[in-house]
């Protein structure tokens, strides 16, 4: 074998390994016995050890060295990019210190549910002060003489830089502010009534996955407290949640997961178990799963389908006609949590939290004054103040695990699906006609063509360049949310 | 860190990646996707990998050479014992043999379900002859200057010798052919009649499973083609199956995996991921879950218990009165089928394929010879000859895998099962009066607190001799059946 070949095949074991360490995170959200926890704690660790042993051993070091690189073709060039990527930021980070970080965030994870629940900031404190200091320090160690946020935001978004991300936010921000106003300045609409069966929900949540693609032949869907999508290549499981009065929570959770899945489920087979056989990038996952939810899911066309379907389920819901359903699925209303937050309003919630860690990391903003920073940039962008800290400066719990460079994602996923969208509907004109009749192959063919069977072929920003015809900018994006909203709400 | 605990922190990781291997069994056999199969294949191989890694890393040898083993009290001394026995185990067997055995099974598991679907022995035999001389080759490698198949059954009963079977399944094989044909020259009695609901069969076999002490926080209740107990210590999964005119099937299947699993529940919590912490042997284990089926779920005053929960449960059985169901879930009827077999006759069907087994690597026979030598053994012991090789010598996944020196501990954790029976009587002079009141707790705590609390501690043997007070004989279960089988039969 080859130097190349050996490094693959090392690497495949790898990717199989990562996939059982996956898959306890499954298990543990779904099936695992309450009492398991414990030694649940230990087996995870073990699998990390493992992995993390994969990651610094000398041998991938020596095989990088061995390689030729112009003996390659683009997917071995591809392949190795990653390799020496994920290599050279394992080796950079001294094992004393990951060991340190694992330790730290696995307690501050504990002791901010304890904080959010008492609703108590200065109990979270001292111990985010020091994931803050062991992430700045981890990312000085990533990003040699660079800027530790860019070095951040690698893990996430390779390629993406915090000037990139300054241009593209600032772009953002003023239209958004100014949707926001407007549309909260018009009387709120009506939204679903009544109570809804959750194993109907349940039912109805995968045939709608179905409907968009999903293939449970490789794949599940299942019941937990947050949704998730989990896995790559032939095993690739989503999760939902159910509330009585809401079904369209159910039901906008299972196609979000189902765009994340669907781009696992759809990478070519020919990259099953390497580098290239996932997601390229938190970003580019994001913008598929925002896509399948909003710009196709909460479509105009595709809810006229949806509307039969839940009237078929449910019998009543509480809305007139598939115009009333459609302006509830898409109701913005005023509230504080990222998570529940509408297609309008959810980007400020990010912008307003990459803005805070950024000062964070770059120590700007000290930690005794988060809340402070956090509740005056909410009162500036939304307009009333956070009520309490659980509304606010404690809602997520991505600081605590050391998620920084994290968040910003989210709005790349948004503003790559805003583009996304304006180049599908330039080439498939009659989309609109055939969401309407619940059919989603149009969409979901184009998006597998064009993007996700690539998986990490191409660099983020290419992948979504490759797929628009265009480089990525915010102006899709402001374009379809001012055109969709300013048409519900009348402006 | 001692030598010791240098060599126990590591043992540690390796049970608990040993827990994250067994549960992808578990994973395989209930939740997984069917179209998973070939990227789940790659995933258990990488955990094989990792696993024997560990087991012949160099450090290991270091740690017992270093160890003083003067310094250490019965428990570390007990620990010990098991990782030398394992590290010598995984160090004679050279890798290339180890990987050899596992691409032929693999593949000959396979050619084996073919060849069963088809009853075709000729397409089965040349892939267990390749079977059968590596593991005479490994059983070579294991036995050093000694015995082949005395080695082979170090790996399920450490302690075992053939020569200790012998003596064993040669006192057995008389009275239970003898009881045998006095049994089957009787009238056959009524048995259940009806069609059972299979939601119904999973909630009663969850409502018995508590009822024998099962720990649901630990573990879990799923449906599987076959059943089967997975896990240790804090995570310990059942399955069971459900026939819609049987439902004795499903209940006596949960009880027999609940004594599996009860076994790994109730070991002392202080030996969790360490050898100690598991159920010490295949015999000591197949005793507690033929315990739990037969001597006390089977017995006449449980099924007067059990008899008004199912009559609850289903309303009719087409059985009278609890002494007809008590006869009719204690039926003997003819058969060719291991895992179809009652208590008079299981034996039979192990102490044949034991006898095989050994001819077959001490090549007394070869394996052209097998079927021939199959049926013949079948006709003198139960009267009747083979009808066809999937009723015969192809029924068993057993050799396809290399399982050879497996078989034997099925009827030794019977005859143990006899033993503890005897002894617990004695011990619980009250136990039918509770046990008819489907109260569990005088059997099941007496057996954790005489047995299974010590996990590892003993070897096999000595476990079962500590919990009983008198060295394990074949005498008292072969009382207990014809006391029994006597009294159901009028003999």
């Keep these: 074998m080859t130097p190349f070949e050996q490094l693959m095949a090392y690497q495949r074991e790898t990717a199989a390994l990562e996939q059982v360490a996956g898959r306890l995170g499954w298990d543990q959200e779904t099936v695992m016995p309450r009492g398991a926890a414990d030694q649940r704690a230990e087996e995870m660790a073990a699998m990390e050890g493992v992995l993390h042993a994969r990651r610094v051993d000398p041998r991938v070091g020596d095989w990088l060295a061995a390689i030729e690189e112009t003996s390659l073709d683009d997917t071995g060039r591809a392949q190795l990019r990653h390799i020496r990527r994920d290599h050279e930021r394992a080796t950079r980070v ?273 930690v005794n004054d988060l809340e402070e920073a956090w509740n005056a940039r909410f009162l500036a962008d939304f307009g009333y103040p956070v009520d309490r800290p659980s509304n606010g400066v404690l809602q997520d719990v991505h600081w605590s695990v050391g998620l920084f460079g994290y968040f910003p994602t989210y709005t790349l996923g948004n503003v790559y699906a805003g583009c996304l969208n304006e180049a599908l509907r330039r080439d498939v004109p009659d989309l609109d006609a055939r969401l309407a009749e619940g059919e989603t192959a149009p969409a979901t063919d184009w998006l597998r063509e064009n993007l996700q069977r690539h998986g990490g072929l191409r660099e983020p920003r290419d992948t979504i360049a490759a797929a628009c015809g265009a480089e990525p900018s915010e102006g899709p994006l402001l374009d379809y949310l001012e055109a969709k909203f300013g048409s519900i709400y009348g402006l």
Tied chains: 1, 2.
């Design 94 to 366: 001294p094992a004393r210190l990951s060991a340190e970080i694992a330790r730290v965030t696995s307690k501050a994870q504990r002791v901010w549910a304890e904080a959010r629940a008492k609703d108590d900031v200065a109990h979270f404190l001292p111990i985010l002060e020091q994931v803050v200091a062991l992430k700045r320090e981890e990312g000085a160690a990533l990003a040699a003489e660079g800027d530790v946020y860019d070095a951040m935001l690698q893990d996430y978004e390779p390629g993406m830089t915090g000037a990139a991300l300054d241009e593209l936010f600032g772009a953002l921000r003023p239209r958004l502010v100014a949707l926001r106003e407007a549309v909260l300045a018009k009387p709120e609409p009506q939204g679903v009534s009544g109570t809804f069966d959750e194993g109907v929900q349940m039912r109805l949540s995968r045939k709608i996955a179905q409907v968009f693609g999903y293939d449970m032949k490789r794949g599940r869907v299942d019941k937990a407290v947050h949704p998730f999508s989990s896995g790559s290549g032939l095993d690739v499981r989503i999760t939902t949640r159910t509330a009585p009065t809401d079904p369209f929570n159910c039901i906008y959770s299972t196609i979000h997961e189902v765009g994340h899945a669907s781009y696992e489920q759809n990478v070519d087979p020919a990259y099953l178990l390497t580098p290239l056989g996932q997601g390229v990038s938190m970003g580019v996952h994001e913008s598929q799963s925002r896509i399948y939810e909003n710009q196709l899911g909460r479509s105009r066309a595709f809810t006229d389908y949806l509307f039969r379907e839940m009237r078929d389920a449910y019998g009543e819901l509480g809305l007139v006609d598939p115009e009333a359903f459609y302006v509830a699925v898409n109701r913005v209303q005023k509230g504080y949590i990222r998570t529940e937050a509408d297609e309008v309003q959810y980007n400020l919630h990010i912008l307003l939290r990459t803005d805070i860690e950024r000062r964070l990391i770059s120590r700007e903003l000290e």
